[in-house]
């Protein structure tokens, strides 16, 4: 499986970004898919999964702003994420869990790693 994320750029506080991940692989529709994200300096961390069933999670920081969705025509999940703050400064890597497809918000239970896109939210 792999996976190429996309989508970041630079954007004002207050704004919004779309991020993008295709995978590749026939059986994208039954793997869980999550997002995370390492600031400079920290450890990497849990921004928001979803089941092959459709079933979401958030953190609690970015719940109420962010929405991931996926397409599973397209073998692409999206983070959707509105009223950006400075410290969602990252860069953002989209997994893939391929077992249970039941996605998770511990990064260990995934088996594969995109490469990243940076967001960089200006104050």
């Known amino acids: 499986v792999q996976l190429q994320a996309s989508g970041g750029g630079l954007v004002q506080a207050g704004g919004s970004l779309r991020l993008s991940c295709a995978a590749s692989g026939r059986t994208f529709s039954s793997y869980g898919m999550g997002w995370f994200r390492q600031a400079p300096g920290k450890e990497r961390e849990f921004v928001a999964t979803?089941?092959?069933?459709?079933?979401?999670a958030y953190s609690d920081s970015v719940k109420g702003r962010f929405t991931i969705s996926r397409d599973n025509a397209k073998n692409t999940v999206y983070l959707q994420m509105n009223s950006l703050k400075p410290e969602d400064t990252a860069v953002y890597y989209c997994a893939a869990e391929i077992i249970g497809g039941w996605g998770d918000s511990r990064p260990s239970e995934y088996h594969y790693w995109g490469q990243g896109t940076q967001v960089t939210v200006s104050s």
């Open positions: 979803i089941s092959r069933s459709g079933n979401t």
